[in-house]
């Protein structure tokens, strides 16, 4: 008999993988390219507040932690009054690792077909999840051309994270 994973340690494998990918490009950025004209700070920052949001069961009451600031929700584009560390925004990585890894062991059929609902999206919370993945994959693929640009080397490919509650090394 084939060995099978549940559905949330699939969920994990693949979020961890995500995660681990955006942490691996963040942390390759050399430190003298970490706040100029190509936004790398941003870029990661913004994906990483993101992932935060999407992963808070009601939107509504969402607030980043300190020192953290809801900016990214200004609809003129107005960017943090200030550049975040690169320390900074792998901390605030680790907390929405640690987030996902707790909303993600607690789900169960009811669970994934429960809503996230703003203002502009309406979906089941497996839909979130891997609407948040995409979203992840998106800007680690961005910050990993950067890197790639900057420094002619990037992150290698992470197929799956270890486990539900161990984060993968590659």
């Not at 669970?111 to 839909?127: A, H, P, Q, T, V």
């Not at 680690?140 to 990037?154: E, G, H, P, R, Y």
């Not at 799956?160 to 984060?167: P, R």
Request: hydrophobic fraction near 35%.
């Amino acid at each position: 008999m084939a060995n099978t994973i549940s559905i949330k340690e699939a969920i994990w494998n693949q979020f961890g993988a995500s995660l681990d990918m955006l942490e691996n490009a963040i942390i390759m950025c050399p430190d003298e390219h970490w706040d100029t004209e190509i936004g790398f700070w941003y870029a990661s920052y913004h994906c990483t507040f993101w992932t935060d949001y999407y992963l808070t069961t009601d939107p509504s009451k969402f607030a980043p932690p300190p020192p953290f600031e809801l900016s990214e929700f200004d609809p003129t584009g107005k960017r943090p009054n200030r550049t975040y560390s690169k320390t900074e925004v792998l901390t605030y990585l680790a907390h929405c690792r640690q987030k996902a890894n707790r909303f993600i062991s607690g789900l169960d059929t009811d669970k994934l077909n429960e809503r996230w609902i703003n203002e502009y999206k309406n979906y089941s919370f497996l839909e979130i999840l891997i609407y948040n993945i995409r979203h992840i994959q998106h800007h680690s693929a961005q910050l990993n051309l950067l890197l790639k640009q900057i420094t002619n080397t990037a992150p290698t490919w992470i197929s799956q994270a270890k486990n539900l509650n161990t984060k993968n090394k590659k």
